[in-house]
């Protein structure tokens, strides 16, 4: 209606003159036109929606859909916009044919350029109405179908549903630019060129009066569609914003459950629908961050809390991972589970890191602690051990090397097996000598039928120093990519050697962390130290 009314007054200020007769016969027409187009609309209408008015009444008396009935749904209201503009430009194009034919036989005593000119402009003025009708309709749709989509798509994915004609923002402030500022200034200059041709047929003062007639029209229609489709334009892109900004204040918060309802077929849509699916992310990872914590916790428990307390032997040891969790390990036992005067320092280093090692390491120490409450020799323990821990293993292709030492402060002397793992050092200041304590021995969990050997060591004295670490020490690099090595730790030793084994530990973590320059490390790392006193 607000379209005819345009077109109505296209050809009123146009003409240069409109005898009132001719009026009845233009109002006559449009009227039967307008209800016979509305009768074409709505047919199509009704044939068009009949899936999506199935999909709507199944749902309103609580019934399900099929699939497909389903897809057909969310596929036409997604379109329903897109068609309720192309169908009313359809019946705009008939208005168009059905005015211009109108005008041709009206103008049948006319000269043949008058009717031809006469026709044309009456299509283009149908055409340029029809066109600014058809946008508004559109975006008037389509802020309707923003309300009811989220219920099409309860579970999202509106944005990637197949077969849907989808129009991105660029395009939609092209057209908002072109039929809000363009085309009336192109409109302007045509009827203001027709109007300077009529100087020659009539007064040029009314010519001029008809010009400014004309000018106020087109200043009410383009100052009344920009502001309607600025409205609706800026509407569609606030609104997401300003949901998506509380949404965002939400999960900053904690709120990880918060979702965005999906109110747009655009790039707007696809933020959200992206914004939803971070959401969702963000609330795995802090399942699986709470997760790591509690395996963190865990697995620190079963490291020793703290530095043990024995007499003739002065021990410090710690482990830092590279992750949450990690696969290296150390242990003590104490004489309850080795005899008196006996005591056990483990070091081991399960391969990789993250969870997986974490368990592994964790299933070792289990195996150890179970092992050394009975009987056998230490290399029998490390043999049971290993056999337990390849068939559990064995498909997976993990492994942990280890070292076991054992010392006995009765006879004085050192007993260790070296499973693969790196040979510990024992530093004597007295001689200012470093002895590494070496052995044959593959990694636990690659052959369950391999015999450890357990070595010794006689001769202890006072002021002696034992290191066992992980690789992780000596091959951390530094941003330049060079390697730690282990000649720092001897310079620390020799330095240290009168000061306590916790001092020591200290010295070398601090020296790491100097080299590496404070950059996340790369591996796990644990030491212990065991200083021989009186």
């Known amino acids: 209606m607000v379209g005819a009314g345009i077109v109505t007054s296209y050809f009123l200020f146009f003409e240069q003159s409109f005898p009132e007769v001719n009026l009845k016969n233009y109002i006559v027409v449009i009227g039967v036109m307008f209800v016979a187009l509305v009768i074409i609309g709505t047919l199509f209408f009704r044939y068009w929606q009949k899936d999506l008015i199935k999909f709507v009444n199944l749902k309103l008396n609580?019934?399900?859909?099929?699939?497909?009935?389903?897809?057909?749904?969310?596929?036409?209201?997604?379109?329903?916009?897109?068609?309720?503009?192309?169908?009313?430009?359809?019946n705009w194009f008939l208005a168009?044919?059905?005015?211009?034919?109108?005008?041709?036989?009206?103008?049948?005593?006319?000269?043949?350029?008058?009717?031809?000119?006469?026709?044309?402009?009456?299509?283009?003025?149908?055409?340029?109405?029809g066109t600014v009708t058809c946008a508004i309709i559109f975006f008037s749709v389509e802020?309707?179908?923003?309300?009811?989509?989220?219920?099409?798509?309860?579970?999202?994915?509106?944005?990637?549903?197949?077969?849907?004609?989808?129009?991105?923002?660029?395009?939609?402030?092209l057209i908002i630019f072109v039929l809000a500022s363009l085309l009336p200034i192109i409109l302007m200059a045509v009827l203001s060129y027709n109007k300077a041709q009529l100087m020659l047929q009539m007064p040029p003062a009314d010519v001029i009066g008809s010009l400014l007639y004309l000018t106020a029209f087109l200043m009410v229609v383009a100052l009344a569609t920009a502001i309607i489709l600025s409205h609706i334009f800026a509407t569609?892109?606030?609104?997401?914003?300003?949901?998506?900004?509380?949404?965002?204040?939400?999960?900053?918060?904690?709120?990880?459950?918060?979702?965005?309802?999906?109110?747009?077929?655009?790039?707007?849509?696809?933020?959200?629908?992206?914004?939803?699916?971070?959401?969702?992310?963000?609330?795995?990872?802090?399942?699986?961050?709470?997760?790591?914590?509690?395996?963190?916790?865990?697995q620190q428990n079963l490291l020793p809390k703290t530095d043990p307390v024995v007499a003739g032997l002065d021990i410090a040891g710690q482990s830092i991972y590279c992750d949450e969790t990690g696969g290296d390990y150390f242990d003590y036992l104490d004489s309850r589970e080795l005899g008196e005067q006996k005591f056990a320092v483990l070091v081991g280093d399960v391969s990789g890191h993250g969870i997986p090692s974490?368990?592994?390491?964790?299933?070792?120490?289990?195996?150890?602690?179970?092992?050394t409450t009975r009987s056998g020799s230490i290399a029998?323990?490390?043999?049971?051990?290993?056999?337990?821990?390849?068939?559990?293993?064995?498909?997976?292709?993990?492994?942990?090397?280890?070292?076991?030492?054992?010392?006995?402060?009765?006879?004085?002397?050192?007993?260790?097996?070296?499973?693969?793992?790196?040979?510990?050092?024992?530093?004597d200041p007295a001689s200012d000598c470093f002895d590494e304590l070496r052995g044959s021995g593959i990694a636990l969990g690659v052959d369950d039928g391999w015999h450890?050997?357990?070595?010794?060591?006689?001769?202890?004295?006072?002021?002696?120093?034992?290191?066992?670490?992980?690789?992780?020490?000596?091959?951390?690099?530094?941003p330049a990519g060079n390697m730690f090595g282990k000649d720092p730790i001897h310079k620390i030793i020799r330095?240290?050697?009168?000061?306590?084994?916790?001092?020591?530990?200290?010295?070398i973590i601090a020296e790491l962390e100097h080299f590496r320059q404070h950059g996340q490390p790369a591996d796990d790392i644990t030491l212990v130290v065991i200083k021989i006193a009186e």
């Not at 060591?457 to 290191?467: A, N, P, V």
């Not at 050697?497 to 010295?507: D, P, Q």
């Open 96 to 129: 168009a044919i059905t005015m211009t034919t109108y005008n041709f036989i009206d103008y049948t005593e006319s000269s043949l350029t008058e009717i031809i000119f006469s026709s044309l402009r009456t299509f283009v003025g149908v055409i340029i109405a």
């Open 495 to 507: 330095q240290k050697s009168e000061a306590a084994a916790g001092e020591i530990v200290a010295s």
């Open 236 to 298: 569609s892109i606030i609104a997401p914003v300003r949901q998506m900004e509380a949404a965002m204040v939400k999960v900053e918060a904690g709120n990880f459950k918060t979702r965005v309802p999906i109110h747009s077929n655009d790039e707007l849509g696809a933020l959200a629908e992206h914004f939803n699916q971070m959401t969702v992310g963000l609330q795995e990872r802090y399942r699986l961050r709470r997760s790591l914590d509690l395996a963190k916790e865990v």
């Open 358 to 371: 974490a368990l592994l390491m964790a299933t070792a120490r289990a195996f150890i602690r179970q092992r």
């Open 452 to 478: 450890y050997t357990a070595y010794e060591k006689s001769g202890l004295k006072k002021g002696q120093i034992i290191l066992l670490s992980t690789d992780g020490i000596w091959e951390t690099r530094n």
């Open 380 to 427: 029998e323990v490390v043999s049971d051990v290993n056999r337990q821990l390849t068939r559990d293993v064995e498909e997976t292709g993990r492994f942990m090397t280890l070292f076991y030492l054992l010392i006995d402060q009765a006879d004085r002397n050192l007993q260790w097996v070296r499973a693969g793992h790196d040979p510990a050092l024992c530093y």
């Open 143 to 173: 802020i309707f179908c923003r309300k009811i989509w989220p219920c099409f798509f309860p579970d999202g994915g509106l944005i990637k549903a197949a077969g849907v004609i989808r129009l991105k923002l660029r395009s939609r402030m």
């Open 62 to 90: 609580g019934h399900g859909a099929d699939i497909d009935l389903t897809i057909k749904a969310q596929r036409k209201i997604l379109n329903l916009p897109h068609v309720s503009s192309l169908v009313s430009m359809f």
